[in-house]
């Protein structure tokens, strides 16, 4: 178990693809706010929906600490009307709460990848609720800026972020 003052530096987070064991354990333990904003976005049981996810290939990897403790996974939808060319897709963070507990080391990790994701697809977005504040400060410090544009889920208002390469 992540403690509230562990510190954990980068090189404690490990990259790695995905496999259905580890999305099974973040599934598990998803941070309640995590829940909250999948079924606000229509995901009836997240826990089901990560699995599904992963048997789609839309989960692009998953973050751990070397002890195999679980952070979080990463997916990627497709976007309609997206090409090869357009390359624009929507990025999600599944977590656990010892997801919030990594600092700087998780954010200097967090940052790494994404700017490799923005580099390969040249624009990413994604909604944050706006009573998220962890996630929008979060989000914001991954590069990502916010727009105008808002869409209400399950009564909840959600903002539009993107990050151009």
């Known amino acids: 178990m992540v ?14 693809p995905p496999e259905r064991w580890m999305i099974e354990e973040i599934a ?8 909250e904003e999948f079924k606000a976005g229509g995901w009836e049981d997240p826990s089901k929906e990560l699995i599904r996810q992963f ?6 990897f998953v ?5 195999n403790q679980m952070l979080c ?16 897709r929507f990025v999600w963070i599944a977590g656990t709460e010892a997801f919030n507990k990594v600092g700087v080391g ?4 967090s940052l790494y990848y994404i700017k490799q994701l923005v580099s390969v697809f040249g624009h ?5 609720a706006d009573d998220n504040r962890t996630a929008q400060r979060y989000i914001k410090a991954l590069g ?12 909840k208002t959600a903002t539009y972020w993107e990050r151009i390469n």
Not at 3 to 16: F, G, T
Not at 55 to 60: H, N, R
Not at 73 to 88: F, H, Q
Not at 106 to 109: A, C, D, N, P, T
């Open 144 to 155: 990502f800026k916010k727009g105008t544009t808002t869409m209400k889920l399950a009564g």
């Open 73 to 88: 996974c990463v997916g990627l939808g497709d976007v309609e009307g997206s090409s090869p060319i357009t390359k624009k």
């Open 124 to 128: 990413l977005y994604t909604f944050v």
């Open 63 to 67: 973050a751990k600490l070397i002890c």
């Open 28 to 35: 598990q333990n998803l941070r309640q706010s995590d829940i």
């Open 106 to 109: 998780g954010m200097l990790k």
């Open 3 to 16: 403690r509230d003052n562990l510190v954990v530096s980068a090189h404690d987070i490990h990259v790695v």
């Open 55 to 60: 048997e789609e290939k839309k989960v692009v």
